[in-house]
């Protein structure tokens, strides 16, 4: 339902004669302004009385005034229960994005410990991803970090192996993980099965939160061992009891059951972070910090209300059995059956809790504002600098937008140029580019950064991004005034381009600028907050060239030089290599003999022959 056949709302939206025709069922609302934008999607129980509040006279937020103000129509979406509409809301927010949601950016999947089941000796590694290989899967962790510190600790006490299973088939010796005590090495017998199996047992019930029985179970083997005189056993087993009650003693606040994924929020100034713990088998496996991007002033509440369908719904991310949180969530019952259904199991939401999980929300709020203060006054920092960059240089207004380019390559091969986009709040990862550069002489520096610039600018030309206010170009003036040129070709204006430049003794604090408007080089001292963004930018975007670079360059070299011979696909490629007995053998053939193999023409042995002898 819109307003668009409804006089005179091109410029300003008649909300009284919209409301009229409002249905009180269950739905999904969505606000557009006059250029046909999305600005915000919302659900409620009664859609009549949730669109009439934000209409009202009185009690509105200047925020969420600021939202009204630009509204030019808005369409409803009738659902047959406010579980239905809560979906459709997270579906719609995570494909149309809408300035005054709140936005979670990250939505990637948590990683797990991984323990195989088929193997006679299981192996244990980190995991990400769809879970199709057999075996347990214990998480998910907040970060890899968590997982490898995990790892560290499991391999050190149960010396469980790590390797691939093509490593652990094809040893003939123990490798290193063994010469330092990280694993018995079964690879080459040893260790007897039933004792590795025992390991794995001790390795399982810990994941499981079962540190307790497995020490009890240890000190039993202890005794024993001492009362056989295998005092080298007895030591072992001792050292695990050790590492074992040194864990446990960091965890003080872990001994409750269950699994929990546990909510606090803060908000200061505009900005708000939510902090979440994450608890499984009653350990704290982690925690991460999400600061979600809002704009209509909520609540505590009310931003948990928005943050935890975000988190969950329509994602790959685990839904525990329990959420707690800091705050009473007003649409909570809703929001059970809808992370029940996305579970196939009951999901509770708490929030008045006592003991254990009194202390996990209070970890988590206090993580929160705390949290919360060291990213604002980073942020305050950020603007200083971002002050100190417009003094430098001179300019009338604050540069809202840095983009800085770099080119990376080894020796001409896979060459990459990254782009990478600061604001005044940090980083802007959504809008870093790669481009793969292709078509120029090998190890050209200045047609790369051409062929960069005009795929970035055309594409920002046509309307898919906005211009930066500042362009930083990693190099001297032979990059900046290719960088010129790209810009004037493609009628470019507006965009101020700087050059960085390493000074003669090639260190930090020591670069000259080039700053095409006005024609000057600007030297700045090592301590100032301007050389310090522009440096923080430069070393970001070499960065992620030179990531992109070996990613492209290792790839490449991985790949057999029979891939990408139009006719050789997978099925001839293991042919070939399955008669001749490998790459070498199939170069040194000729075409007669390539062309004896049982599904090649003679005509596809020549461009093969061909391709092989091109270079």
């Not at 970890?363 to 971002?386: C, E, I, Y």
């Not at 430069?538 to 139009?566: M, N, V, Y």
Request: charged fraction near 25%; aromatic fraction near 8%.
């Amino acid at each position: 339902m819109t307003d668009s056949d409804v006089p005179g709302t091109v410029h300003s939206f008649d909300s009284k004669r919209f409301l009229q025709s409002v249905t009180r069922k269950p739905g999904v609302y969505q606000m557009f302004d006059a250029g046909g934008r999305i600005l915000y999607v919302g659900k409620a129980k009664n859609l009549r009385n949730r669109l009439s509040s934000y209409f009202r006279a009185s009690g509105l937020t200047a925020k969420t005034m600021a939202l009204v103000q630009r509204i030019n129509s808005i369409e409803v979406t009738v659902t047959r229960s406010e579980t239905e509409a809560l979906i459709l809301e997270q579906s719609l927010i995570k494909s149309q994005r809408p300035p005054y949601n709140v936005m979670l950016r990250d939505d990637k999947g948590y990683p797990y410990i991984f323990l195989s089941s088929t193997d006679t000796y299981p192996r244990i590694a980190l995991h990400r991803g769809a879970k199709r290989k057999k075996g347990q899967y214990f998480g998910p962790y907040p970060n890899a970090a968590s997982v490898r510190d995990s790892l560290n600790f499991l391999q050190k006490t149960f010396r469980i192996r790590s390797c691939e299973d093509s490593v652990f088939r094809n040893r003939s010796r123990p490798c290193l993980q063994y010469q330092i005590e990280r694993c018995t090495a079964p690879c080459v017998g040893f260790i007897s099965e039933d004792d590795y199996r025992t390991d794995v047992r001790h390795a399982e019930m810990f994941l499981a939160g079962k540190s307790d029985k497995i020490m009890r179970e240890l000190a039993d083997q202890m005794e024993r061992a001492s009362r056989d005189l295998d005092f080298e056993r007895a030591a072992r087993l001792r050292d695990q009891i050790a590492d074992l009650r040194r864990l446990q003693a960091d965890q003080v606040a872990e001994k409750a059951s269950g699994n929990a994924d546990v909510m606090g929020v803060a908000t200061q100034g505009g900005s708000c972070c939510v902090h979440v713990l994450f608890v499984r088998q009653g350990r704290i496996l982690g925690s991460r910090s999400f600061f979600p991007e809002e704009r209509l002033g909520l609540s505590n509440a009310e931003l948990l209300s928005a943050f935890i369908p975000q988190f969950y719904l329509g994602s790959q991310r685990e839904i525990p059995r329990e959420v707690l949180a800091s705050e009473e969530i007003g649409d909570h019952e809703a929001l059970q059956q809808a992370l029940s259904q996305q579970a196939g199991r009951d999901v509770t939401i708490s929030y008045r809790l006592r003991g254990s999980r009194a202390t996990w929300v209070s970890m988590a709020q206090q993580a929160a504002v705390q949290n919360l203060g060291s990213r604002t006054a980073a942020q305050q920092k950020l603007q200083d600098r971002f002050g100190a960059l417009q003094e430098a240089l001179e300019l009338e207004q604050l540069p809202e937008r840095l983009e800085c380019f770099d080119i990376s390559h080894s020796s001409g091969e896979a060459t990459v140029a990254s782009c990478v986009v600061f604001d005044t709040g940090g980083p802007v990862k959504s809008d870093y580019r790669r481009f793969n550069i292709e078509g120029i002489k090998a190890g050209d520096d200045y047609a790369a950064m051409a062929q960069a610039l005009k795929r970035r600018y055309t594409r920002l030309s046509s309307g898919e991004g906005k211009f930066p206010n500042i362009l930083l170009i990693d190099g001297g003036k032979g990059q900046v005034r290719q960088a010129v040129e790209s810009l004037n070709a493609l009628g470019v204006v507006g965009v101020q381009i700087v050059g960085v430049a390493k000074g003669t003794t090639r260190k930090a604090g020591f670069e000259t600028l080039y700053v095409v408007a006005g024609d000057r080089e600007l030297v700045l001292s090592a301590d100032s907050p301007a050389l310090h963004l522009i440096q923080q930018v430069r070393d970001e975007a070499h960065r992620f060239a030179i990531t992109g670079h070996r990613q492209r360059r290792d790839k490449k070299r991985r790949e057999s030089p029979l891939e990408g011979i139009p006719g050789v696909g997978p099925a001839r490629r293991r042919a070939l290599l399955r008669h001749f007995g490998g790459l070498q053998e199939i170069k040194r053939a000729t075409v007669q003999e390539i062309a004896s193999v049982e599904g090649v023409s003679r005509k596809l042995a020549q461009d093969i022959y061909s391709a092989l002898h091109s270079h």
